[in-house]
């Protein structure tokens, strides 16, 4: 947990930067980073002045929905769902390196037409300092559509956030990433509602066995489960009921990665295609 005094001194700057805010459409997905910056847009600006809004996606699993929705209504914090159209888009479902772009691009889009109802207000994000030193497509987006970072503007990483959402006794302070069900598609595959859902429903299974850190990676007919690595002797002693019920949702093949979880797995295959001589 961070110093008192160094979360007091974010907490300065953040409030500088929403007291300068006419207000704010905020791209919220639940997640404690946009969360905390719905949170403190309600703190701050009040009702009149906040709007969150949430896509309920394919991409976006019930359970991630139902939470962002619950955290809203506890907080008082206005929402607004919208469903965005990033399947109809060849771009997005094609599933290049890139995907992430083309995903927020037309969520961007979208929260500026919310936008037009509120023509003086700001649209913002949960963007902190740590995203930019990862892959993130998205950020390309975000610059591109004049989305405002509140966290990454007042120089706040992930760790601040953690602090900031404990301060105000967030129930999402320790809450674990949970990137969109499309990040488990590796590159060049197709992104597919029925690969989403079947994702969404293998990972529930898990949750519900104990694992609340997870991802089913969809490969094909194969299902591979990361768990932190150590749950994977855990994962191990009960292989065969979970592979079971995975394979009843139409998995040919489940394995486990021996390496566990691990962050953004998919993106080395970004680092070997850099590798590979011309």
């Known amino acids: 947990m961070e110093d008192r005094e160094e979360v007091a001194r974010a907490l300065a700057r953040l409030e500088q930067w929403f007291t300068e805010a006419p207000g704010l459409v905020i791209a919220y997905s639940g997640g404690v980073d946009s969360a905390l910056v719905a949170f403190l847009a309600m703190h701050f600006l009040g009702q009149d002045r906040t709007l969150a809004v949430i896509s309920a996606s394919p991409s976006l699993s019930m359970p991630e929905l139902d939470h962002a929705r619950a955290f809203a209504r506890t907080h008082g914090i206005p929402l607004k769902v919208i469903v965005t159209r990033e399947m109809e888009d060849p771009n997005y479902t094609s599933n290049p390196a890139n995907r992430c772009y083309f995903c927020k691009t037309t969520l961007y889009q979208a929260l500026h037409a919310v936008r037009s109802e509120h023509p003086d207000w700001w649209v913002a994000n949960g963007q902190n300092t740590d995203d930019l030193g990862d892959y993130r ?142």
């Open 137 to 278: 497509p998205g950020l390309l987006a975000a610059q591109e559509q004049a989305i405002r970072a509140p966290l990454g503007e007042c120089g706040i990483n992930k760790a601040m956030v953690r602090a900031l959402a404990g301060r105000f006794a967030l129930d999402c302070w320790n809450k674990p990433a949970s990137p969109c069900l499309a990040s488990r598609v590796p590159y060049g595959q197709t992104v597919t509602r029925e690969k989403l859902r079947q994702i969404e429903a293998a990972e529930s299974i898990l949750v519900a066995a104990g694992f609340p850190v997870c991802r089913v990676r969809h490969l094909g007919e194969t299902a591979r489960l990361e768990v932190p690595p150590d749950a994977l002797d855990t994962l191990r002693n009960m292989e065969g009921q979970v592979r079971d019920r995975l394979i009843a949702l139409g998995f040919s093949r489940v394995e486990i990665d021996p390496e566990g979880f691990v962050s953004g797995k998919l993106n080395r295959a970004l680092q070997d295609l850099d590798s590979t001589p011309a």
